[in-house]
């Protein structure tokens, strides 16, 4: 790509307009934090502290300073990379998701693993049989997942492959009897099982993750068989798949080598925000499993309004959206060479 | 910059029709004609019944408890089961479809004003005040709707009330950019100029002129994300923050359901197949109503 003037001028305003977005999603966060019903003093002294103990708290939160100044400090705590402490685990809240984050991200690498796995190959079959038993099929499947509450998609994949039938561990990570064993140094469990060579770990571990990540995997399969399709029948309507096969092209050639080939860019931005997607996903297939991820964490916190978790957590999802956003725009412009 | 959109943008090839009134109509005609479409309206149908004759079909006060005839199994006494406090769990669901249906109402009512208002502003004053607006908009669709709404809830606290505002807040957005659209080109036609040489005022102009030929299409965009709001609306339900027990609400009840549900299958079970249900439903009607707005594409994307 040449670096022009006109070039210039668009990346400066892309850059523009993502700082304002992210200055809007910090005055939302903001805007949440101040509405919650909690006294952020009286979080921090209790409820017996004297008076003079909480003004001078009171005080040292700047609350006694008008609201731009407030925000004028969020701000800036924020850009430095404070999110402040937690007032339920009395950690930094930084630690605490950088803790949690790791849960998170093995269920929805998995549930998107199964998601994309699947999803793909079903989308390309439906196109190519489209409108026949198995198209319907697909779309009645696709409906379902995209339909179903999820968190009850999780209890019943509970009661029935683990109360009923016994194939899979039940909620958390591991089973308690192997809590603690293996010494975290990534986070990821499978990973820190492996490296330990604890085999009995990993295998448990795996047992309770299949169960939770195939569920969560459901509604990413949903979505993108959907878009496979409708990718898929974009490029089979179109005349270079007709002379590919009247050039002699086998079939499966024409299919994966050309039509396949096209939709490529536009699958890889669609998984990619379909991993974020997952996050919402996430924050109710971790409480019914009760997996000790970011979502679950994120929950918790709103229960009991804790409110710079909250407000750090909302503000890192809006994050990860934005720049997924972004990924995908640039994605585009990258392999897409008539976006350029 | 846009979030995750299972819907992609409707056609406005809707001007040309006279009223709203006589455009539904066609399209329900169309609906009524397509199996997969009919069903999902028979479900709707069934959930208005239910909450309007909640009373005569409830085989019991959704609220009485029965320490008794607790969890037990679905019988013909209890066709599905009772709950840990002996209440009947039939009853709770036949009840639950009023608060579902006023939570999708309510919601639609919110949503549906302020997304025009958004939207038909945005698009007819142009410049400024357009990408402010817009830009508003897009931080809202950064966020997959139900983490915004949980966020919401937690600044406004838990209950009903406040899970539909928090729905409200977070469902207007699409609603808006359609809006916008629609006035972009609405803008330019001949009768908009007539009006504004006749000296109309851009209240007016808004309010006459372009808020009428914007309803048909906002209706069905609203038809399409009633399954996102029954599912979000379940789920703040589900982890405590939406309606609070001893509310019948579909999701709260799972909530509870979940400490029985490895011996008591049926507390689970039920409420969620009614949430499924009616998500289908709405779903079903929004693949149709896309194959009524474009018969170009008809039973070939999505």
Not at chain 1, 35 to 49: T, Y
Not at chain 1, 202 to 218: E, Q, R, T
Request: net charge neutral; proline share 5%.
């Amino acid at each position: 790509m040449r670096l022009t003037s006109a070039g210039l001028l668009a990346f400066a305003r892309q850059a523009g307009t993502i700082l304002v977005t992210l200055l809007g999603l910090l005055v939302l966060t903001f805007a949440i934090g101040r509405l919650m019903p909690v006294d952020p003093v009286r979080a921090i002294v209790g409820e017996e502290a004297d008076p003079a103990t909480y003004q001078q708290v009171y005080e040292e939160l700047g609350m006694d300073r008008p609201v731009y100044v407030q925000f004028a400090r969020y701000l800036g705590d924020t850009l430095r990379g404070d999110f402040g402490t937690s007032l339920r685990t009395g950690q930094p809240v930084a630690e605490d998701i950088a803790a949690v984050m790791p849960a998170t991200i093995e269920l929805a690498t998995f549930a998107i693993l199964l998601g994309a796995g699947l999803g793909i190959p079903l989308g390309v079959w439906a196109a190519v049989r489209k409108n026949q038993p198995t198209d319907h099929v697909v779309r009645v499947v696709t409906l379902l997942g995209h339909s179903m509450p999820i968190f009850w998609t999780g209890m019943i994949g509970l009661i029935v492959f683990y109360a009923w039938l016994g194939w899979v561990g039940g909620g958390g990570r591991v089973s308690d009897f192997y809590d603690g064993m293996v010494d975290p140094v990534t986070g990821f469990l499978l990973i820190d099982s492996a490296i330990a060579g604890d085999w009995d770990v990993f295998w448990d571990a795996l047992n309770h993750l299949i169960l939770p990540a195939s569920i969560l995997g459901l509604a990413s399969l949903a979505y993108i068989t959907r878009m496979t399709r409708s990718f898929m029948l974009d490029q089979l309507n179109q005349e270079y798949i007709t002379t590919a096969r009247v050039k002699g092209l086998s079939f499966g050639r024409t299919i994966w080598g050309h039509a396949f080939a096209n939709i490529r860019v536009q699958l890889v931005t669609i998984v990619a925000l379909a991993y974020g997607g997952l996050l919402e996903g996430a924050v109710l297939i971790e409480t019914v499993f009760s997996w000790p991820g970011f979502g679950q964490y994120m929950t918790n916190n709103m229960l009991t309004g804790d409110m710079n978790a909250v407000m750090t957590c909302v503000l890192l999802v809006g994050v990860i959206f934005i720049a997924l956003n972004l990924l995908s725009d640039l994605l585009y412009k990258v392999f897409d060479p008539r976006t350029r | 910059m846009t979030a995750v959109a299972m819907h992609p943008p409707l056609p406005s090839r809707l001007a040309g029709l006279r009223s709203a009134a006589d455009y539904l109509g066609t399209i329900v005609r169309h609906l009524a004609g397509n199996a997969s479409s009919l069903f999902g309206l028979v479900v709707i149908s069934v959930l208005i019944v239910l909450a309007v004759f909640a009373p005569l079909i409830a085989t019991q006060d959704p609220y009485l408890q029965n320490l008794q005839d607790v969890l037990q199994p679905p019988s013909w006494a209890h066709f599905f089961g009772t709950d840990e406090v002996g209440r009947d769990v039939f009853s709770r669901i036949v009840y639950g479809s009023r608060i579902t249906l006023t939570i999708i109402a309510l919601v639609a009512v919110i949503v549906g004003p302020i997304g025009l208002a958004v939207g038909t502003l945005a698009g007819y004053f142009g410049g400024w005040f357009d990408t402010v607006l817009m830009r508003i908009t897009d931080i809202f669709l950064s966020f997959p709707s139900l983490i915004l709404s949980l966020a919401f809830v937690a600044a406004l606290g838990a209950g009903l009330e406040n899970a539909i505002v928090a729905i409200a807040l977070t469902s207007w957005p699409p609603i808006a950019r359609l809006a916008r659209a629609e006035t972009l080109t609405l803008r330019g036609t001949d009768y908009v100029a007539a009006a504004k040489l006749q000296g109309a005022s851009s209240a007016r102009i808004i309010w006459k002129q372009i808020v009428p030929m914007c309803m048909p299409s906002v209706l069905v965009r609203l038809t399409l994300s009633m399954a996102t709001v029954i599912l979000t609306a379940a789920g703040l339900g589900f982890l405590g923050l939406g309606a609070q027990p001893p509310l019948p609400e579909w999701g709260a009840m799972i909530a509870i359901g979940r400490r029985y549900m490895l011996e008591s299958w049926w507390l689970v079970a039920f409420p969620g197949g009614a949430i499924l249900a009616v998500s289908l439903a709405f779903n079903l009607i929004g693949d149709g109503l896309r194959d009524a707005l474009d018969p170009k594409q008809r039973r070939g994307r999505h």
